[in-house]
């Protein structure tokens, strides 16, 4: 729900206990009742989360009486990493989990390469006729450029991993769904990028010359009808200029004083937080979780029901709440956790297990999409983005420990024992 109705969804609750923050509740319930903590919390990568959850919790619990809801909420950006737990605590709790959840996800791509650009297009051009929560502008559905391009990426990736049994030429629907969202720096890198990542991890030519192909189609057809549509509540257009104009604007000086203006004030705001944490006296700690770091860096936007709290970025942000050391935790998380996806990819496509080679592309894949965007949003920081990451994390994780069982009990030469589940009936 979150990715068809994005920040819509969020609201549904009853204040304080929105969607998230309800369904983190039921989580933490499932999370014990599985009785798989302690194996997971006992692997490498469990002790870097158990060290990663506790430094944010020491960074947090000095605020909570001067901010109250204000630090609970801010909190929320390491709080999800509880759906990472109870994910990877299922999947190694129910064995046919993995193909469960592959099967799922199938049927959610095929929906949103078509429900996806509706909702995405309603929150543009509708906005004025769409329902909104009380007393808010939030209107439902609200989904922000940024989210629309990782879930793209995710089922772009999902479909050259091999997992979607779905004809590729479905990359030319992705990619014209894609171009919707040009506008957007952050979104566009990250499709670019695990577009990229998936081709070079598991290369054949007839994918890139699908992709290719694909992505020429839509450019000459832009280009032969001179495509161009405003997009409402902006001063950017939906045209082959503005995707120029976006992709310039990510690797140089754009002529675009639009793009220029929110670059340089991000990149101003990030040497600040720079400076009083790498450089300065929140080293250690960082401003904690709970103050309105726009307000004390002195970089104040957003609206007066709805201030921005946080930096366009959110590793970022890590950075300025917990300081260094909390930052150096995230970092290390999640690089072990991309470091044991690839070993893991390599592995099984060593030993010719198409299921799981195709599985940790994928998530590995939709990961990068992930931290691409949290590079230049207020990202992870909403459950919009924050529960699918730190699900798609829970997945992989969990996998990468059923994995290593199977392929300790595998020898190379030997393929006939891999079909002894349901879910290596794939091979």
């Known amino acids: 729900m979150y990715a068809f109705l994005g920040k819509g969804f969020a609201y549904a609750g009853w204040p304080p206990l929105f969607a998230g923050e309800l369904l983190l509740l039921f989580a933490l319930v499932a999370l014990f009742a599985t009785g798989r903590i302690g194996v997971l919390l006992t692997t490498p990568l469990g002790i870097l989360m158990g060290c990663f959850l506790a430094w944010q919790v ?16 801010d909190s929320a950006i390491w709080g999800y990493a509880a759906f990472g737990l109870i994910t990877a605590a299922l999947v190694l709790r129910l064995p046919g989990f993995l ?33 909104r929560w009380p007393d808010t502008a939030v209107t439902v559905p609200l989904i922000k450029a940024g989210e629309f391009c990782v879930h793209l990426a995710g089922i772009l990736a999902f479909v050259l991993s091999g997992l979607s049994r779905s004809n590729q030429w479905w990359v030319f629907l992705i990619l014209s769904d894609a171009m919707l969202a040009i506008s957007a720096r952050g979104g566009l890198l990250a499709l670019l990028g695990a577009s990229c990542f998936i081709i070079l991890l598991r290369p054949r030519l007839e994918r890139l010359l699908i992709v290719l192909t694909a992505g020429l189609m839509i450019v000459v057809a832009m280009a032969a009808f001179d495509v161009r549509f405003d997009l409402q509540g902006t001063s950017r257009e939906l045209s082959l200029d503005q995707l120029s104009f976006s992709l310039t604007s990510i690797v140089g000086d754009s002529q675009r004083s639009d793009l220029e203006g929110t670059k340089n004030w991000r990149l101003n705001w990030w040497r600040a937080i720079r400076d009083y944490t790498v450089n300065g006296p929140y080293f250690w700690t960082g401003k904690g979780y709970g103050i309105n ?43 072990t956790w991309g470091g044991l996806m690839l070993d893991s990819y390599l592995r099984a496509r060593r030993l010719h297990l198409a299921f799981w080679s195709g599985f940790f592309a994928w998530v590995l894949t939709y990961w990068i999409a992930f931290m691409v965007s949290a590079g230049f949003d207020v990202f992870l920081e909403g459950p919009m983005a924050g529960i699918p990451f730190w699900s798609v994390f829970g997945l992989g994780w969990g996998g990468q420990i059923s994995f290593q069982s199977l392929a300790g009990l595998r020898r190379p030469q030997s393929h006939s024992t891999a079909g002894s589940t349901p879910i290596y009936a794939h091979q």
Do not use: K, M
Request: glycine content about 6%.
């Open 293 to 335: 770091l726009a307000n004390s860096d002195g970089f104040p936007a957003g609206t007066r029901d709805e201030p921005l709290r946080s930096p366009h970025n959110s590793h970022v942000t890590f950075l300025a709440r917990s300081g260094v050391p909390g930052f150096v935790l995230w970092a290390t998380l999640q690089i």
């Open 58 to 73: 020491i960074c947090t619990a000095p605020y909570l009486e001067a901010f109250g809801l204000d630090s609970l909420r």
């Open 99 to 131: 193909e469960v959840a592959v099967r799922r996800y199938r049927r959610f791509a095929r929906l949103y390469l078509f429900l996806g650009p509706a909702a995405w297009l309603a929150t543009l051009y509708l906005r004025d006729w769409l329902p």
